[in-house]
């Protein structure tokens, strides 16, 4: 059975850092794509940031620069998916979601989420002042 569970959003000002965390459990590591979503209130889901299981990633340009992706595999299987997040701005005020799912190439095309069947239950990221 495929977990997925997200921490490590907060309350912070303009141009702070955090570091989302989604630890996978249940994933074949053989072959996995997972990419980290935000929705923001009254806009669409966007892909922020993807990974493959070969490290190969991708990033939206709203965040390109300021947000890295990156894994931690651990022969149990576990995957752990981290995004962290430099000089964050208000417009990066969403809820965040990791999601994971087959293995699709990453590095032209951050995948839609429709790709994706298993996904964590969000954590909250709010840029105020």
């Known amino acids: 059975q495929v977990k997925l569970v997200e921490s490590g959003g907060g309350l912070v000002q303009p141009g702070a850092s955090l570091r989302l965390s989604c630890v996978a459990s249940?994933?074949?590591?053989?072959?996995?794509?997972m990419t980290w979503y935000r929705r923001a209130p009254g806009k669409e889901r966007e892909g922020v940031a993807a990974?493959?299981?070969?490290?190969?990633?991708?990033?939206?340009p709203s965040v390109k620069g300021r947000f890295t992706i990156s894994q931690d595999r651990q022969d149990s299987g576990k995957i752990t998916l981290y995004l962290l997040m430099n000089n964050l701005q208000f417009e990066d005020t969403a809820m965040y979601y990791c999601?994971?799912?087959?293995?699709?190439?990453?590095?032209?095309?951050?995948?839609?989420?429709?790709?994706?069947?298993?996904w964590g239950q969000g954590t909250q990221v709010t840029v105020s002042s």
């Open positions: 249940g994933i074949s590591v053989s072959g996995y794509s």
């Open positions: 990974i493959d299981k070969d490290g190969h990633t991708n990033y939206a």
């Open positions: 999601a994971a799912g087959p293995y699709i190439p990453v590095t032209k095309v951050i995948p839609p989420p429709s790709w994706y069947n298993y």
